[in-house]
């Protein structure tokens, strides 16, 4: 018997936990754009959680924006990439013009942000860095509009800019005192990393932005077809080995057995660029000077030679999407922990199928052949029934409690139930976002 | 209702002599063979419209051929009745002898449709074996490579539904019965044990016998009567569906009606198209919240549910492979009620008198509502039938078959019932544990592994301990020839011959009648055709017959004392023999009758040396001298008080069986398998028993003779004591039958040439030929290890073969006669025995 044997949760208890973060959106279908319904959901281990998620439309294009982040060392630089990158990449992709426009209603204050966030009652905002982050957002749109635009850049180049920018902004307002003192909060959210993966869909494009182990995945389905994985991003980490060729060439040849290391960057840092993380950007010297007071004289790693050694810029993945493409999942690394993209992407496609459950299933058209309306039932039937009616709850029930076909009440009541102390060594901060297209 | 002929006036009679609840097809039956028979003030109340619950939704397949003989006379007088409506109404009920063809695509499924062919030819039905190539000629529209063959019915047929009901409807009417829609029955009141009114929402009529035939609504219109009546059944969602035309080819509506019973699917030609439907391997009950009400004109229906649909969409697609471009016009989902034995329910309230039932047909209401209301007719106004009915008596169910969780959990089951091979010996696997008596977790743990009846669980045969659920399993295996337990029950069976063996024997029916003076005797003298003014100490085996000489129960009565007597009934006598006691108890409330039927644990000890370990437990004489064979005694056993013993098992061997109070029977159980170690003492289940008793001719009520078998007919000529001096019930009957001599009689057959390990097996139900004619049919039949053969046990009947009429059964016509039995199409030789071999104490052969 395993020592937590005696915990018992009830499935209701199951459902409170699971249900907590959960939120789906019904797109207004005025805005114009491809996305029709987009569900999210998260589950804590780490207490802090430290995973972050975010979902906006732009104000001033049809386009929307879907974020998972994944934080390390603390949720801080997650929180604040959460609040932040979506506006920094929306000022990015303004056609000059628009952002010209924008940036005046910005200073009169007619525009507070560049996008519509859609929130979730116990979204966390820092109110009181609010100020900051406008006044930063500010400068950027005002550097955008000072250069003289020739040409539109391509979008893939934009995203990488703007996920560059928020970047170096962070650093740039860590070390910024106005007095000396200790840059509390600037220095929490660079000292802590978090890795990024953004979904850009505007009208039949996606792009997807990631930066680190999070992870975007298309579900799609051609007519009679079954459902297929297509991976929209690639992970940055030591299994990546495009990405550890990118890093051991860009610095010292005899650092190629120490800058990554026990499959992990200096052996400390296992996603291969994030924001923030400044420990691994910033030169020696910054360190010294602005990270040793607070946080001691080992803050630096091992074999430090040649920062920087992490960048925030992102892989950037276009595709156009096809009335075959479904849907795109987007999770942390917590949920990939546990579900393979196939298995996630047939999850979705039986839950899209067996999603009128509660109405119960009718054949989508009288004018469909007996033998149509048998296949489509025989798909049903070898589908797993969900229990949720968000996707991203289904899911992340699966991941915690699926055996094959079915979920197994106990795996998750145990899955559930681990300490606080323990809880990390089974699994990870789970975050899922998944859209579904028009 | 719009097309209606009939006077639906909304003035609500004071009284009437019958009011029956419900239009549908049962009711309305019920109601026309009552006018028919002379009642002329008989009230019909319907909630909604006439034929409006689940009638209306029936499909119009009237399948002449069924299982059983009983069902099958019932589908033939539905089948008379409605041809015959369309002379008395005008009103053409479409009824059509279209034929039906089950098809096989299993080896089983073909044993069991030779042996409905079998069957048919003795009841006189027109059927025809087909092979794979006769089908596909028949049916080309259908998929035939991989069928076994096929059994073509031609006396199957189909009829319109809505317009027999309405048929039904104006003959009741114009043979005087007040047809009246849009009145619900509240409650049924009650005073002094009979029905005296009903409430209704528009008032009250009081009445002479109130008839339960509310379909859905009939278990819930129990509960709503004083005291509660029991009517067990549970609504399940049927569906079925009607596709378009089919263009490629033409259909005259005139073919058979296909059964493909592998995939649980009927299917139907359908106005050019086809309408096909059948059961769920694992049935839906609905309206868990309660049942709607029915006060408008719509039909009660659900909501379509293609997902439970699947299966017979994927069967039907395999079957009709050119419908798969075909689309569907609409599915038609109805709920239908399901009984826990998926038989439908009739006959008179144990718990209220002149309360009569008629529900629960699971989808057969249109094949047996015409016969079965004929037959309920007959019960109300005459008090008695020419047919016994107890295959589907109210009476048959325990108190604990009404419970609603055990009903949705057994109806599952029982919805394809009539559609999956009726295996012999078939346990149901749902609604389990009804019942367990004290030992059953002991006997568990010993191997035993269990069957049920009545709600009890008795074991079948044990497994030796370390066998898994699994060899458990794979001996339940369905099979028509020698079964996977043979082994396990012939070891068993020879310990009961040979040493001593313990058998659970809790489930019989234990009653208690008392009185202060002799009023008990003299109810039981009143009561049984043998005395029982007999020696205190003295068990007398006899019956309870009715006016008609027939056995309303088989029972063996022990004497304990002066006025007290202990009477054990068959185990599915629960409830009708204490309803037939208490029904004769005198009104003066001088017997008390009691039911210890759940109060005893029952051993059987049996056995030659049962005698000598269970004098190792007490200090009472157990010699056959001190302790003669049918005699009672009070034991201590072990450390056990006032355990009851009688010297008889059931089983013809040495022994006897032990009423254990329930406390202490585990105890009993114990020290018995202690004492008995020596002697190999070991547990025998109720399969061995079987095996001991047939081979020895021991007929069993209910299953080889019932309420209309008189003791002559079944050889109990000794227990008929008519010099006792008191008029017992059915003795004039008797006389009668004595002087007459008897038309029928229940004897032992010996199976010759007959290999157990290769040839199919009897399992009653067999046709029996004698000289070449259908003399009878068997009711049972065991493997006897003595002799080294099958004994099946049947019925002989002697029929002029120019006349038709029946002659007596004399011992000189059962000797001299050839006989036959055809087991699934193959026949062989039997040899007819009045008395059973004497198998004595002969030592076997068997090694």
Request: net charge negative; aromatic share 10%; glycine share 8%.
């Given at each position: 018997?395993?020592?937590?044997?005696?915990?018992?949760?009830?499935?209701?208890?199951?459902?409170?936990?699971?249900?907590?973060?959960?939120?789906?959106?019904e797109?207004?279908?005025?805005k114009?754009?491809?996305?029709?319904?987009?569900?999210?959901?998260?589950?804590?281990?780490n207490?802090?959680?430290?995973?972050?998620?975010?979902?906006?439309?732009?104000?001033?294009?049809?386009?929307?924006?879907?974020?998972?982040?994944?934080?390390?060392?603390?949720p801080?630089?997650?929180?604040?990439?959460?609040?932040?990158?979506?506006?920094?990449?929306a000022?990015?992709?303004?056609?000059?013009?628009?952002?010209?426009?924008?940036?005046?209603?910005f200073?009169?204050?007619?525009?507070?942000?560049?996008?519509?966030?859609?929130?979730?009652?116990?979204?966390?905002?820092?109110?009181d860095?609010?100020?900051?982050f406008?006044?930063?957002?500010?400068?950027?749109?005002r550097?955008?509009?000072?250069?003289?635009?020739?040409?539109?850049?391509?979008?893939?180049?934009?995203?990488?800019?703007?996920f560059?920018?928020?970047?170096?902004?962070?650093?740039?307002?860590?070390?910024?005192?106005?007095?000396?003192?200790?840059?509390?909060?600037?220095?929490?959210?660079?000292?802590?990393?978090a890795?990024?993966?953004v979904?850009?869909?505007?009208?039949?494009?996606?792009y997807?932005?990631?930066?680190?182990?999070?992870r975007?995945?298309?579900?799609?389905?051609s007519?009679?077809?079954?459902?297929?994985?297509?991976a929209?991003?690639?992970?940055?980490?030591?299994?990546?080995?495009?990405?550890?060729?990118?890093?051991?060439?860009?610095?010292?040849?005899?650092?190629?057995?120490?800058?990554?290391?026990?499959?992990?960057?200096?052996?400390?840092?296992?996603?291969?660029?994030?924001?923030?993380?400044?420990?691994?950007?910033w030169?020696?010297?910054?360190?010294?000077q602005?990270?040793?007071?607070?946080?001691?004289?080992?803050?630096?790693?091992?074999?430090?030679?040649?920062?920087?050694?992490?960048?925030?810029?992102?892989?950037?993945?276009?595709?156009r999407?096809?009335p075959?493409?479904?849907?795109?999942?987007?999770?942390?690394?917590?949920?990939?922990?546990?579900?393979?993209?196939?298995k996630?992407?047939?999850?979705?496609?039986?839950?899209?199928l067996m999603?009128?459950?509660?109405?119960?299933?009718h054949p989508?058209?009288?004018?469909?052949?007996?033998?149509?309306?048998?296949?489509?039932?025989?798909?049903?039937?070898?589908?797993?029934?969900?229990?949720?009616?968000?996707?991203?709850?289904?899911?992340?029930?699966?991941?915690?409690?699926?055996?094959?076909?079915?979920?197994?009440?106990?795996?998750?009541?145990?899955?559930?139930?681990?300490?606080?102390?323990?809880?990390?060594?089974?699994?990870?901060?789970?975050?899922?976002?998944?859209?579904?297209?028009? | 209702?719009?097309?209606?002929?009939?006077?639906?006036?909304?003035?609500?009679?004071?009284?009437?002599?019958?009011?029956?609840?419900?239009?549908?097809?049962?009711?309305?039956?019920?109601?026309?063979?009552?006018?028919?028979?002379?009642w002329?003030?008989?009230?019909?109340?319907?909630?909604?419209?006439?034929?409006?619950?689940?009638?209306?939704?029936?499909?119009?397949?009237?399948?002449?051929?069924?299982?059983?003989?009983?069902?099958?006379?019932?589908?033939?007088?539905?089948?008379?009745?409605?041809s015959?409506?369309?002379?008395?109404?005008?009103?053409?009920?479409?009824?059509?002898?279209?034929?039906?063809?089950?098809?096989?695509?299993?080896?089983?499924?073909?044993?069991?449709?030779?042996?409905?062919?079998?069957?048919?030819?003795?009841?006189g039905?027109?059927?025809?074996?087909?092979?794979?190539?006769?089908?596909?000629?028949?049916?080309?529209?259908?998929?035939?490579?991989?069928l076994?063959?096929?059994?073509?019915?031609?006396?199957?047929?189909?009829?319109?539904?809505?317009?027999?009901?309405?048929?039904?409807a104006?003959?009741?009417?114009?043979?005087?019965?007040t047809?009246?829609?849009?009145?619900?029955?509240?409650?049924?009141?009650?005073?002094?044990?009979?029905?005296?009114?009903?409430?209704?929402?528009?008032?009250?009529?009081?009445?002479?016998?109130?008839?339960?035939?509310?379909?859905?609504?009939?278990?819930?219109?129990?509960?709503?009567?004083?005291?509660?009546?029991?009517?067990?059944?549970y609504?399940?969602?049927?569906?079925?569906?009607?596709?378009?035309?089919?263009?490629?080819?033409?259909?005259?509506?005139?073919?058979?009606f296909?059964?493909?019973?592998?995939s649980?699917?009927?299917?139907?030609?359908?106005?050019?198209?086809?309408?096909?439907?059948?059961?769920?391997?694992k049935?839906?009950?609905?309206?868990?919240?309660?049942?709607?009400?029915?006060k408008?004109?719509?039909?009660?229906?659900?909501?379509?549910?293609w997902?439970?649909?699947?299966?017979?969409?994927?069967?039907?697609?395999?079957?009709?492979?050119?419908?798969?471009?075909?689309?569907?016009?609409?599915?038609?989902?109805?709920?239908?009620?399901?009984?826990?034995?998926?038989e439908?329910?009739?006959?008179?309230?144990?718990?209220?008198?002149?309360?009569?039932?008629?529900?629960?047909?699971?989808?057969l209401?249109?094949?047996?509502?015409?016969?079965?209301?004929?037959?309920?007719?007959?019960l109300?106004?005459?008090?008695?039938t020419?047919?016994?009915?107890?295959?589907?008596?109210v009476?048959?169910?325990?108190?604990?078959?009404?419970?609603?969780?055990?009903?949705?959990?057994?109806?599952?089951?029982?919805?394809?019932?009539?559609?999956?091979?009726?295996?012999?010996?078939?346990?149901?696997?749902?609604?389990?544990?009804?019942?367990?008596?004290?030992?059953?977790?002991?006997?568990?743990?010993?191997?035993?592994?269990?069957?049920?009846?009545?709600g009890?669980?008795?074991?079948?045969?044990?497994?030796?301990?370390?066998?898994?659920?699994?060899?458990?399993?794979?001996?339940?295996?369905?099979?028509?020839?020698?079964?996977?337990?043979?082994?396990?029950?012939?070891?068993?069976?020879?310990?009961?011959?040979?040493?001593?063996?313990?058998?659970?024997?809790?489930?019989f029916t234990?009653?208690?009648?008392?009185?202060?003076?002799?009023?008990?005797?003299?109810?039981l003298q009143?009561?049984c055709?043998?005395?029982?003014?007999?020696?205190?100490?003295?068990?007398?085996?006899?019956?309870?017959?009715?006016?008609?000489?027939?056995?309303?129960?088989?029972?063996?009565?022990?004497?304990?004392?002066?006025?007290?007597?202990?009477?054990?009934?068959?185990t599915?006598?629960?409830?009708?023999?204490?309803?037939?006691?208490?029904?004769?108890?005198?009104?003066?409330?001088?017997?008390?009758?009691?039911?210890?039927?759940?109060?005893?644990?029952?051993?059987n000890?049996?056995?030659?040396?049962a005698?000598?370990?269970?004098?190792?437990?007490?200090t009472?004489?157990?010699?056959?001298?001190?302790?003669?064979?049918?005699?009672?005694?009070?034991?201590?056993?072990?450390?056990?008080?006032g355990?009851?013993?009688?010297?008889?098992t059931?089983?013809?061997?040495?022994?006897m069986?032990?009423?254990?109070?329930?406390?202490?029977?585990?105890?009993?159980?114990?020290?018995?398998?202690?004492?008995?170690?020596?002697?190999?003492?070991?547990?025998?289940?109720?399969?061995?028993?079987?095996?001991?008793?047939?081979?020895?001719f021991y007929?069993?009520?209910g299953?080889?003779?019932d309420?209309?078998?008189?003791?002559y007919?079944?050889?109990?000529?000794?227990?008929?004591?008519?010099?006792?001096?008191?008029?017992?019930?059915?003795?004039?009957?008797?006389?009668?039958?004595?002087?007459?001599g008897?038309?029928?009689?229940?004897?032992?057959?010996?199976?010759?040439?007959?290999?157990?390990?290769?040839?199919?097996?009897p399992w009653?139900?067999?046709?029996?030929?004698?000289?070449?004619?259908?003399?009878?049919?068997t009711?049972?039949?065991?493997?006897?290890?003595?002799?080294?053969?099958?004994?099946?046990?049947?019925?002989?009947?002697?029929?002029?073969?120019?006349?038709?009429?029946?002659?007596?059964?004399?011992?000189?016509?059962?000797?001299?006669?050839?006989?036959?039995?055809?087991?699934?199409?193959?026949?062989?030789?039997?040899?007819?025995?009045?008395?059973?071999?004497?198998?004595?104490?002969?030592?076997?052969?068997h090694?």
């Amino acid at each position: 018997q395993n020592w937590y044997g005696h915990l018992t949760v009830s499935p209701e208890q199951v459902n409170s936990i699971l249900f907590r973060n959960e939120l789906t959106v019904e797109v207004d279908d005025s805005k114009g754009t491809s996305v029709k319904t987009f569900m999210t959901n998260q589950l804590g281990s780490n207490n802090p959680m430290e995973d972050r998620r975010a979902e906006a439309e732009c104000i001033l294009t049809k386009a929307m924006l879907f974020g998972v982040f994944d934080g390390h060392h603390g949720p801080a630089c997650a929180q604040v990439v959460s609040e932040r990158l979506l506006n920094y990449i929306a000022a990015e992709v303004l056609p000059y013009d628009v952002l010209q426009q924008a940036l005046r209603m910005f200073n009169n204050g007619e525009l507070r942000e560049l996008v519509n966030w859609y929130q979730h009652p116990k979204d966390y905002v820092s109110d009181d860095r609010q100020l900051l982050f406008r006044h930063s957002l500010g400068q950027y749109m005002r550097d955008n509009v000072a250069i003289d635009f020739q040409e539109e850049d391509k979008k893939a180049d934009m995203l990488m800019t703007s996920f560059d920018r928020l970047d170096k902004d962070l650093s740039a307002e860590a070390v910024s005192t106005s007095n000396g003192e200790f840059n509390d909060e600037g220095l929490h959210t660079v000292f802590s990393g978090a890795c990024a993966c953004v979904a850009y869909v505007d009208a039949d494009d996606l792009y997807v932005a990631n930066a680190g182990d999070c992870r975007a995945v298309l579900g799609r389905q051609s007519e009679g077809e079954p459902w297929s994985a297509i991976a929209v991003s690639n992970d940055h980490n030591a299994q990546n080995v495009d990405e550890v060729k990118r890093i051991r060439s860009a610095h010292r040849l005899d650092e190629s057995s120490t800058v990554i290391k026990n499959g992990r960057l200096l052996s400390e840092l296992a996603p291969l660029r994030a924001f923030g993380d400044v420990r691994y950007k910033w030169s020696q010297s910054l360190q010294h000077q602005v990270l040793n007071p607070w946080f001691g004289a080992n803050v630096i790693p091992k074999n430090y030679h040649t920062p920087p050694y992490l960048i925030a810029t992102p892989e950037v993945i276009h595709h156009r999407l096809t009335p075959a493409d479904r849907f795109l999942i987007l999770a942390t690394d917590g949920l990939w922990d546990c579900l393979t993209p196939e298995k996630a992407v047939n999850l979705v496609g039986d839950f899209l199928l067996m999603r009128d459950k509660v109405g119960h299933f009718h054949p989508p058209s009288a004018a469909m052949s007996l033998e149509q309306i048998h296949q489509m039932l025989s798909r049903r039937k070898a589908a797993l029934w969900p229990r949720d009616d968000n996707v991203a709850t289904h899911l992340i029930r699966y991941a915690l409690g699926g055996i094959h076909n079915r979920f197994d009440h106990h795996r998750l009541a145990n899955t559930l139930s681990l300490p606080d102390n323990v809880v990390r060594q089974y699994r990870d901060d789970i975050t899922v976002t998944v859209v579904f297209f028009k | 209702s719009q097309d209606a002929d009939h006077s639906t006036t909304s003035d609500l009679p004071q009284r009437a002599r019958a009011v029956i609840c419900g239009g549908g097809i049962a009711g309305l039956s019920t109601a026309y063979h009552l006018a028919k028979l002379g009642w002329k003030d008989v009230v019909l109340l319907e909630q909604g419209k006439l034929a409006s619950g689940t009638t209306w939704n029936a499909s119009g397949i009237l399948g002449i051929l069924r299982r059983s003989h009983f069902r099958t006379r019932l589908s033939r007088m539905s089948y008379d009745l409605y041809s015959q409506l369309e002379a008395e109404t005008g009103i053409q009920t479409g009824l059509h002898r279209c034929g039906s063809v089950n098809i096989g695509q299993t080896k089983d499924l073909m044993v069991e449709l030779q042996k409905r062919h079998a069957n048919a030819k003795a009841w006189g039905i027109d059927s025809e074996l087909l092979s794979m190539g006769d089908v596909h000629r028949l049916l080309p529209w259908i998929r035939a490579d991989d069928l076994e063959g096929g059994l073509l019915v031609r006396d199957d047929a189909s009829v319109q539904v809505k317009e027999v009901t309405r048929a039904l409807a104006k003959a009741a009417n114009d043979r005087g019965v007040t047809l009246l829609e849009n009145i619900e029955v509240k409650r049924v009141v009650s005073s002094g044990g009979r029905v005296s009114s009903v409430h209704t929402d528009r008032g009250s009529i009081e009445c002479e016998a109130f008839v339960n035939c509310a379909g859905l609504w009939a278990r819930a219109l129990g509960l709503a009567s004083s005291p509660e009546v029991r009517v067990p059944l549970y609504p399940l969602a049927q569906q079925y569906l009607i596709t378009k035309p089919i263009k490629s080819r033409t259909l005259d509506g005139n073919g058979p009606f296909v059964r493909d019973m592998d995939s649980l699917l009927y299917i139907q030609e359908h106005s050019g198209g086809f309408l096909f439907g059948g059961y769920a391997p694992k049935g839906k009950p609905v309206f868990e919240e309660g049942l709607p009400l029915k006060k408008d004109s719509e039909h009660i229906h659900l909501p379509d549910d293609w997902d439970h649909f699947r299966h017979l969409l994927e069967g039907f697609l395999h079957r009709v492979p050119q419908a798969s471009d075909v689309q569907f016009e609409k599915l038609y989902n109805s709920p239908e009620s399901f009984t826990p034995d998926g038989e439908f329910i009739i006959g008179e309230a144990p718990e209220v008198r002149n309360y009569f039932v008629l529900a629960g047909f699971g989808s057969l209401g249109l094949t047996h509502a015409g016969g079965a209301g004929e037959l309920l007719a007959r019960l109300i106004a005459i008090g008695h039938t020419n047919m016994d009915y107890w295959p589907v008596d109210v009476q048959r169910f325990s108190p604990q078959h009404n419970s609603k969780a055990f009903l949705r959990a057994r109806v599952k089951e029982i919805e394809s019932i009539h559609y999956r091979v009726a295996y012999p010996a078939f346990s149901h696997r749902t609604g389990r544990k009804l019942r367990c008596p004290p030992l059953y977790s002991r006997l568990g743990q010993g191997g035993a592994v269990f069957g049920e009846r009545m709600g009890v669980e008795r074991p079948k045969w044990y497994m030796a301990p370390d066998d898994t659920d699994e060899f458990a399993h794979e001996t339940q295996r369905g099979t028509f020839g020698k079964p996977q337990w043979f082994g396990l029950v012939e070891s068993e069976y020879w310990a009961c011959r040979e040493s001593v063996c313990l058998m659970d024997m809790s489930a019989f029916t234990k009653l208690e009648l008392t009185s202060l003076g002799n009023e008990a005797t003299m109810l039981l003298q009143r009561l049984c055709p043998n005395d029982l003014d007999c020696p205190i100490g003295s068990v007398v085996h006899t019956g309870m017959l009715n006016e008609r000489g027939g056995y309303e129960c088989d029972c063996s009565i022990a004497r304990l004392d002066t006025n007290r007597y202990f009477i054990i009934c068959p185990t599915i006598q629960l409830v009708k023999a204490h309803h037939w006691i208490s029904n004769h108890l005198p009104p003066d409330g001088s017997v008390t009758l009691r039911d210890l039927t759940n109060q005893y644990a029952g051993l059987n000890v049996l056995g030659p040396k049962a005698r000598d370990v269970l004098q190792k437990l007490t200090t009472t004489s157990l010699s056959s001298a001190d302790f003669r064979p049918f005699s009672f005694k009070e034991l201590n056993v072990g450390f056990a008080t006032g355990v009851k013993a009688m010297t008889i098992t059931h089983a013809g061997e040495d022994g006897m069986v032990l009423y254990i109070p329930n406390e202490t029977a585990v105890q009993v159980y114990d020290a018995l398998l202690e004492a008995g170690k020596d002697c190999g003492i070991r547990n025998a289940g109720y399969y061995a028993l079987r095996w001991l008793r047939i081979e020895k001719f021991y007929f069993y009520w209910g299953e080889d003779f019932d309420s209309t078998t008189t003791p002559y007919e079944i050889g109990r000529d000794m227990r008929v004591k008519f010099d006792k001096g008191v008029e017992f019930i059915g003795k004039s009957a008797l006389l009668k039958q004595r002087q007459e001599g008897v038309k029928r009689q229940l004897l032992g057959f010996i199976l010759e040439d007959h290999n157990i390990n290769t040839d199919l097996w009897p399992w009653g139900r067999e046709p029996i030929y004698r000289n070449g004619q259908h003399a009878g049919m068997t009711t049972c039949s065991s493997y006897g290890p003595t002799q080294g053969k099958m004994t099946c046990l049947g019925w002989l009947t002697n029929r002029d073969a120019d006349t038709g009429q029946m002659l007596e059964v004399t011992p000189d016509f059962v000797n001299k006669g050839q006989y036959e039995i055809d087991i699934a199409g193959k026949r062989f030789p039997l040899k007819a025995r009045l008395y059973p071999s004497q198998l004595g104490a002969k030592q076997p052969t068997h090694g």
